[in-house]
């Protein structure tokens, strides 16, 4: 079973519309889930972190923590070309909560 | 504030050539990482240290692979000998642990072909 699962995509979404990515885990144990955002041969660099059920904010981006149901999801509002790039999802080991496992990523093409 | 900062950024070599990959984390992160990615892979996690000392390497692919850091401010990834395979983007990244909520941050990669 994979730790960290996201659809591939591409997904595609007009410009100014909202942009939803889907991630689930396996480890019931994780208490720290994160969103990287990585554009072509680019670094991941952190968009957002979140530790508690239910939503958190920050500009255009909401992410979304359901621990019951295993589920991570982000929100990306207004879509704007620049946000094209891949998503990855990010969860800490249980048991090891230093440990940090990612997701495959999801493609995101913004439409013009 | 200095990044993590990787060396070398490019790296072209033949197969059963050694290749040492280097790392510097960010000053007082406690936590280093060394992570492979490829397009069919994804992002995966080879081999992490904690204060110095290698914690989990599960993910380090074989005897081919080897991971140091003796000292805080320095580490290195290598592979010998390299196959064509091993060709991927290495990440190195830094983490200040629990008192950053565990949040690690990448360097630009190291970009590997063995021909």
């Known amino acids: 079973q994979k730790e960290v699962e996201q659809n591939s995509g591409p997904l595609s979404v007009p410009e100014g519309a909202i942009a939803s990515l889907n991630c689930t885990y396996s480890?019931?144990?994780?208490?720290?889930f994160f969103w990287y955002r990585q554009y072509s041969g680019k670094s991941p660099e952190l968009i957002m972190s979140i530790y508690s059920n239910g939503d958190k904010e920050d500009g255009r981006f909401t992410a979304q923590l359901n621990k019951a149901s295993q589920y991570v999801s982000l929100l990306i509002r207004d879509s704007q070309p620049s946000d094209s790039a891949t998503y990855l999802c990010?969860?800490?080991?249980?048991?090891?909560?230093?440990?940090?496992?990612f997701g495959k990523g999801t493609r995101l093409h913004i439409l013009p | 504030d200095a990044g993590v900062i990787q060396s070398p950024r490019h790296e072209v070599t033949e197969m059963g050539q050694e290749v040492t990959l280097r790392c510097k984390p960010i000053?007082?992160?406690?936590?280093l990482f060394w992570y492979r990615q490829t397009m069919m892979r994804g992002l995966e996690l080879l081999i992490y240290?904690?204060?110095?000392?290698?914690?989990?390497d599960s993910g380090m692919p074989e005897d081919r692979f080897s991971a140091k850091m003796p000292n805080a401010s320095f580490s290195t990834l290598k592979i010998q000998p390299s196959e064509p395979r091993d060709s991927a983007v290495y990440f190195c990244?830094?983490?200040?642990?629990?008192?950053?909520?565990?949040?690690?941050?990448f360097g630009e990669g190291s970009w590997l072909t063995v021909v």
């Open positions: 000053s007082g992160h406690n936590s």
């Open positions: 990244a830094s983490s200040l642990g629990a008192q950053d909520r565990n949040t690690i941050y």
């Open positions: 480890d019931r144990g994780s208490q720290s």
């Open positions: 240290f904690n204060n110095n000392v290698p914690i989990d």
């Open positions: 990010a969860v800490n080991n249980g048991n090891r909560d230093d440990k940090i496992i």
